[in-house]
């Protein structure tokens, strides 16, 4: 309990206890009667622990004294007190051990040595921790005081006290650095070696967040002028940041504000490793997903993906696009949209003269990056979209404020135009939102309303990746998943959007036939309103027969298989495709097999069969067959 409470004090309270403990051995070893030469030789060493620990001391107390004096400074700080409790707290303990030691020795006689038992075994095993007391200050003021008689230096030798953790060492001395260092190079090299530590092992992670390596590692990101500075910060905490309690501990930090901030503001070299950082912290914390929400991340993301992008605005393209005469409820509803997009304008009009300077600041990094080479515009691109699908993910927030942005517009260019890395991102992106759609009303009538422009680019070019010979697995089940989660948008005549796929059911890549079957079971299943009339166009487009030799497929496909084939027996009972395909005979089969096991079969499963048999009792009195 003592030592917890003295990890309480500050740091000046536990460098004078330290101090005034050794004033007091050194004292109790002069005053010694027995053991007279080890004692002495405890007071040396004392001694010079001593004056090493005012040395340290007188750090202390200037470092702070700069950091009052001089706040303005990115370069001064407080002083990194991490490894001087630490090392500080272990000469404590050995001062007290030597104190009690000597005291002992006060008195001669052989029997006070009888009665206190003391030995040269124990003034030896005193000394040598006193050593190593002094190995400790030795190598602390070799970290915080450097040659050219400020800030803090790399050093890579080991304190006695790390002498099995070599890490613990190494961190302490990076970590300072990073926080006191008094040239900018020093602080690079410190932050490049933490995220090179922290990319090997999590147990080096832990670390480096235990002794405080995240505090330094966002000032040098949000207060640097250096790109490399800010390069190497981001990318020692995306090196940490990869579970969700250590992204909680960023955050904590206030990481967010900061990241969102630089994101506007940086070169586009600090820009794509920071929306890298962006999109770890969104993947492993939903609780940072809104946070970043909060703080707005969504616009510079979707502002940084849509660089050398053309996007018409939804409002001119469908007013260039109507050839009809407009009504007057139409006239109404465009110039409410008109006053409410001038006084938009007019407002971020307002927000750009109060920050001039900043605005110049981002005007300046915008002519850079229209200047950028393509590889770093790519690289851009790919991060920021990953980081949008990252924060989609399960966020109706995130969500919403990509749909009210020209974000799905970009997204849909996108998809149109690219290849590779960046599409793929951009069609996750999408499927995230169409998931959080689905199960949000709200959301899903405001983005992706029928006639909406944004949403019909996206869906047309969701098709077109699922049409395409060329599109891998990957991209056809991110396409397929989000038509699926959009089934409840579609009226009964956009029948195109089911015909692409009821043909992927016949498709060789057994994830994507059954990520179509899935997906063809919403627009069927009793939950959609026109359940009915999409039964009945999945039949239409020679659904039955490719489903049919889906039930042979693997248990995974099966399932999923079987629950489509039920609903169309369901709406469509009295289909001749499902009499002539024997779905009776497959749904009676399946029902007296115990491989298939799946909740939503258990009530489906018999209501299906039931309500076949009502068109089909005894059509087919060889059902067996089937199984053959």
Known sequence: MAMVVREEKNIEEELNYSILLSERTRKAAEESE????????????????????RNVACLSTSSSTTSSTSSSSSLSSSIYDRPIRRIVSEAVKNL???????RKCRHSGVLRRVVTIT?????????????????DMRWLLSVFDSEDGGGCSIVLSLPPIASID???????SYVAVIQMGSTLPDRIEAANALASLAQDNDRNKKIIIEEGGIPPLLKLLKESASPDAQVAAATALTNLATDCERVRQIAVALAIPIVVHVLSESPARVQIQVASLMARMADQDPASREEFARENAIRPLVSLLSIDLVLEDPKNAAATASKQPTSIHS???????????????????????????SSRGRDHHRRDREQENPEVKLELKITC????????????????????????????????????????????????????????ADLRRAAFKTNSIPAKAVVDQLL???????SSPAMQIAAIKSIGSLART????????????????????????MEAAVALGKFSSPENFLCGEHSKAIIEFDGVPPLMRLLRSNEKVKVHALILLCYLALHVGNSKELEHARALTALELAGRSSSVQHPSLKELLPKAIYHLELYQAGAHPNRESYAT
């Open 119 to 135: 030995s040269t075994t124990d003034f030896r095993k005193a000394l040598n921790l006193l050593d190593a007391s002094l190995g």
């Open 385 to 440: 979209a990953e980081a949008l699908w990252m924060l989609a993910k399960g966020s109706v927030s995130n969500s919403r404020r990509i749909t009210e942005t020209k974000g799905l517009l970009c997204l849909a260019k996108i998809i149109e135009m690219e290849h590779g890395k960046l599409r793929f991102n951009c069609l996750m992106t999408v499927m995230e939102i169409a998931a959080v759609a689905e199960s949000n």
């Open 464 to 470: 077109r990746v699922i049409h395409e010979v060329g």
């Open 166 to 172: 070599p890490i613990l060492s190494w961190v302490w």
């Open 490 to 513: 579609f009226p009964a005549r956009e029948t195109r959007v089911i015909r692409p796929l009821v043909q992927q059911l016949s498709n060789i890549d057994a994830e994507v036939a």
């Open 96 to 102: 007290e051990r030597a104190l009690t030691l000597v």
């Open 331 to 357: 006239l109404v509803q465009i110039n409410k949209e008109m006053a409410m997009a001038a006084r938009l304008h007019n407002h971020h009009s307002n927000s750009l003269h109060s920050s001039e300077g």
């Open 34 to 53: 027995s053991f007279k030469q080890e004692c002495s030789e405890v007071g040396k060493r004392v001694e010079r622990l001593s004056q090493m620990l």
